[in-house]
């Protein structure tokens, strides 16, 4: 009954806690998404203020019938970037682009979910492998296993079409590939040193 | 199933994190069975470590560090808050602003577009007529003026070049007053202004003069200023402010050629509607009513013609001058259509 699209019905003939609830659904998720673009702070306040006072302001003209998740990241990144850019332009740097911006993917410290013994030692190797990607390939990765969304609406966030966005996410697993092809090797000689210094 | 299963038989970590089924599983553990996956791993064992790891990578990116910021959610609503209403208000004046500039610029659309199709109607060569009776006051695009009298005609190119001289062409009659353009010193040809008229070519700098072309004889009076006159025949002569310079052209063989002085306020006395018909002769009536008027004037008695008058007619209306000539002279005036018969009481 409290499904995002009921909420936003709700919202949309101006029931103000139901637009609260969207706001608290999603103003901490938007920050850290916003947060990997860039570190200034201000940008991201702004972009997630304008975001939800033009939701608010602009709520009669929006479409009744949207995936909210999808649509929320999608306004709120197009905001972000713009923002950014501006602030860049300021700055007199030239070849500003969505494409030239950074993304960033921070492990966890904390490990004690993974029961893996060698869990170090993966986060390690994916970090390096992350590293490899391009920005808009972790940015896929980010938004299907973190955010959770599907490639349609990754593409639709990203403004790619799905087949790109496919392509970016299949030349992105080399990357892991890469990193992790040896594995098994590694662990062999991780164990024979093990054995050997005991 | 089998087949669903040996699909599995050869897939490493990268493959595993690949497949949307093995994704779905891991990120959604409720709502999805383990069952085929259990069942994956009892069959190919050596698939363990691979699925393990594909399903670790997932689960430290699941788990990624986020970022917090420094202001809370109550008080980013807060913000939010207080933003809708300064938002609502810009809106409100922006909206105004909207159809304001809408009507502006299709008022500017409109306009623009009556100012380009003047332009490109003024482009190429000007010709300006006046009918019979007639008088038009002409701006040329020099800010020189022209007054041109009844039945005249004067051709002139509306884009005059920096680097030429200035040209009209004239039939007829019509007074010039010459811009001055050239800078102190710095004479150069396009400051020309070339008045076109018979055969007889009048280059100029800024001055007034008036040009009468009417049956083959060609008076230029000059008031101000300077005018250099060049015919074809190898006439070349500057004429000073105050003569008038009559010029034949029907004669030939045996050019009249003279100098006179002129007086400005009888010669200029067309372009105040007046003529002036000081020891002017009928004979001069006669052509003022066939040049400018259009009329064709039978006068029976050839003595008649040289009968002197003084005094101004006022010529805005044949009427008029008709009237003044009827009592002056005496005479019996009878007009039928384009025709006016004088003849003698």
């Not at chain 2, 470590?49 to 809370?72: F, G, P, R, Y």
Request: with cysteine; charged share 25%.
């Amino acid at each position: 009954m409290n499904s995002d699209q009921q909420i936003w019905k709700m919202f949309q003939v101006g029931h103000e806690p139901s637009f609260k609830i969207l706001f608290e659904r999603y103003n901490k998720l938007l920050f850290n998404y916003g947060f990997k673009f860039t570190q200034n702070e201000e940008i991201i306040e702004d972009s997630i203020q304008e975001l939800f006072v033009k939701l608010w302001c602009n709520k009669d003209s929006l479409s009744s019938d949207v995936a909210v998740k999808n649509y929320l990241f999608k306004a709120f990144r197009r905001t972000l970037i713009k923002k950014i850019e501006q602030s860049l332009r300021r700055a007199d740097v030239t070849n500003s682009s969505a494409d030239y911006l950074p993304f960033t993917i921070e492990l966890p410290h904390d490990l004690s979910m993974i029961r893996h013994e060698r869990a170090l030692e993966i986060k390690s190797k994916l970090d390096q492998a992350l590293m490899q990607m391009t920005a808009r390939q972790r940015e896929i990765i980010h938004l299907r296993f973190f955010e959770e969304l599907s490639y349609d609406e990754i593409a639709g966030i990203m403004a790619l079409s799905t087949k790109d966005t496919y392509k970016l996410y299949y030349r992105a697993l080399d990357s892991l590939r890469k990193h992790f092809g040896t594995f098994g090797l590694l662990v062999l000689f991780y164990i024979l040193n093990q054995l050997r210094y005991n | 199933m089998n087949s669903r299963l040996s699909k599995y038989k050869d897939y490493k970590a990268a493959d595993f994190f690949a497949d949307e089924d093995f994704v779905l599983t891991a990120l959604m553990p409720e709502a999805t069975s383990n069952d085929f996956w259990s069942e994956l791993h009892l069959h190919y064992p050596h698939l363990l470590d691979e699925m393990a790891l594909a399903k670790t990578w997932i689960l430290l990116i699941q788990n990624q560090t986020t970022a917090q910021s420094i202001l809370s959610s109550e008080e980013r609503w807060n913000r939010i808050q207080a933003q809708i209403p300064i938002y609502e208000s810009k809106k409100q004046r922006s909206r105004i602003l909207r159809t304001l500039l809408r009507w502006t610029a299709s008022a500017a659309a409109i306009l623009l577009f009556i100012m380009v199709a003047y332009d490109v109607s003024q482009f190429g060569t000007k010709e300006t007529n006046t009918a019979f009776g007639e008088q038009r006051l002409l701006s040329l695009p020099d800010s020189s003026i022209i007054r041109l009298n009844s039945n005249s005609h004067i051709t002139y190119v509306r884009s005059w070049k920096t680097d030429k001289p200035r040209e009209v062409w004239l039939e007829g009659e019509g007074m010039f007053e010459v811009k001055h353009t050239a800078v102190k010193n710095r004479l150069r040809e396009s400051d020309f202004f070339v008045v076109h008229v018979g055969d007889l070519s009048l280059t100029v700098l800024g001055t007034k003069f008036n040009v009468k072309d009417r049956r083959g004889r060609i008076e230029v009076a000059l008031f101000e200023g300077s005018v250099r006159i060049q015919g074809q025949n190898g006439e070349d002569r500057i004429l000073k402010p105050g003569e008038t310079f009559v010029y034949d052209t029907s004669a030939k063989a045996n050019q009249v050629v003279q100098v006179v002085t002129n007086d400005a306020n009888r010669v200029l006395s067309w372009t105040r509607g007046e003529l002036s018909i000081e020891h002017n002769s009928l004979a001069n009536i006669v052509d003022v009513l066939e040049d400018n008027y259009g009329y064709q004037v039978v006068v029976e008695d050839p003595t008649l013609l040289n009968k002197r008058f003084t005094g101004v007619i006022p010529v805005k209306k044949v009427d008029d001058i008709l009237f003044v000539i009827k009592h002056t002279m005496n005479v019996n005036i009878e007009m039928k259509n384009k025709q006016i018969i004088i003849k003698p009481n």
